[in-house]
């Protein structure tokens, strides 16, 4: 499998608690001329990549930022050169992002489809609009309703939504009536984001200064099982941690990094890891800009990864999934000691062997399943 990323890092606003490379108040001249960096880096990536490391396309994600402030002209130049220079498999999925306060949505959703996108992701987050304006969200619930209705009327094969869960003050019964009405909507597929505060954002200042008091572990954690429960009993299958889909609409894209995949990240910032090299792009423009101008790769930094390095990476990123870890390797040195750990984090709770062989996070450790990991890495 091979999936390309493309970032996309204008947003009409900048979110509480965003430390995304994303960027509100661009103009419209801006943003073009981001596209045409876009396209040529993607050329540039091509023609630099040995042709064992050219493959076509099975995923194409374009994230952000908003990608659905983008012209549907500019997705489709770009899918255009993805498939002139490394080709796109037939029946490939390509998704994006899209914000509910979008203008011209039944427009820009037309457009979307018409250029080659098929799977949509609706940043509605919460349905309720204090929840809404506390996180700095550029849209109130019935814009996310409506636009969610108007994307499952445009002919993507999946629809599916994110939401955000434990806030500050948020009480369990308010998650679960967002839980409620999100599910009612009917969405194909539905991500879990519990709320962070990193540094640098107003969400971390506020937390800071003492404002805003975030809600304790246990709280969100009540918060995580109560969406689990609800979206798996609407049928929504948890494949991934915080990841639930009704059959057939799993992520592929995501799939391909939580299973061991290549892929091309093209952009600011985007990311990519390809043949154990992982590369990251640069975070400034103007950097960003000079390097692919010049005909330069945009990255910021890179490594080689080690065998034992990947091999636990792999093992740590495939537990998250619920077709869970097979190892490829329980003969070598680094092999053997990483079953060593897996036998021990089995022996402590964390993880099962299942009937197929895969090592698996068990459910109730979902929640905790950092501490897992971080013995694995
Ligand atoms: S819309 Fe997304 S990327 Fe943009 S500021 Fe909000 S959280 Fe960040």
């Known amino acids: ?29 801006e943003r073009a001329a981001y596209d045409d960096l876009v396209l040529a880096e ?12 050219r493959h076509a396309a099975d995923t194409i994600f374009f994230g952000g930022g908003t990608p659905s402030l983008m012209d549907p002209r500019a997705v489709a130049r770009i899918i255009k050169e993805i498939d002139l220079r490394f080709g796109i498999r037939q029946g490939a999925e390509i998704s994006m992002e899209s914000n ?25 987050q919460s349905l309720d609009d204090k929840e809404l304006a506390f996180l700095g969200r550029a849209h109130n619930a019935r ?9 499952r009327a445009a002919d993507f094969y999946s629809v599916g939504i994110d939401l955000i869960y434990g806030l500050p003050g948020q009480r369990l019964t308010d ?6 009405e999100a599910v009612a909507m009917n969405p194909d597929h539905v991500s879990l984001y519990c709320l962070e505060a990193p540094p640098g954002t107003r969400l971390a200042a506020d937390i800071e200064s003492g404002k805003i008091k975030p809600l304790d572990g246990d709280a969100q954690a009540d918060m995580y099982f109560a969406a689990a429960r609800a979206l798996e009993s609407s049928g929504r299958a948890c494949y991934e941690i915080s990841n639930f889909s009704l059959p057939g609409s799993e992520c592929r894209h995501n799939l391909v990094y939580w299973l061991g995949g290549d892929y091309l990240g093209v952009g600011l910032s985007a990311c990519s890891c390809i043949g154990g090299e992982r590369v990251e792009n640069e975070r400034d423009f103007s950097r960003y800009k000079e390097k692919v101008e010049r005909g ?8 080689r990864l080690s065998y034992p ?17 097979v190892s490829p390797d329980i003969h070598s040195v680094h ?13 402590d709770g964390f993880i099962e062997t299942k009937p197929s062989g895969a090592r698996a996070l068990l459910p109730d450790k979902r929640f905790v399943s950092d501490t897992a990991f971080s013995r694995l890495i």
């Not at 509910?100 to 489809?113: I, V, Y």
């Not at 330069?296 to 490594?303: D, F, G, N, T, Y």
Request: a positive charge; aromatic letters at 10%.
């Open 143 to 151: 814009q996310a309703s409506s636009f969610f209705a108007k994307a």
């Open 296 to 303: 330069e790769r945009p990255a910021r930094c890179s490594e």
């Open 42 to 53: 993607i050329a540039g990536a091509a023609a630099r990549a040995p042709i064992s490391s």
């Open 309 to 325: 390095r990947r091999l636990r990476e792999s093992a740590a990123m495939a537990l998250r999934t619920s077709a869970g870890f």
């Open 1 to 29: 499998m091979f999936s390309i990323y493309i970032h996309y890092p204008f947003c009409a606003s900048k979110c509480a608690y965003c430390d995304f490379v994303s960027r509100p108040g661009a103009s419209h001249e």
């Open 100 to 124: 509910p306060a979008s203008r011209n949505a039944d427009e820009w959703l037309e457009g979307a489809r018409a250029a080659g996108v098929n799977r949509l992701v609706v940043g509605v």
């Open 335 to 347: 092999g053997r000691a990483l079953e060593a750990d897996l036998a021990a984090l089995e022996r």
């Open 175 to 180: 998650w679960k009536k967002t839980l409620e």
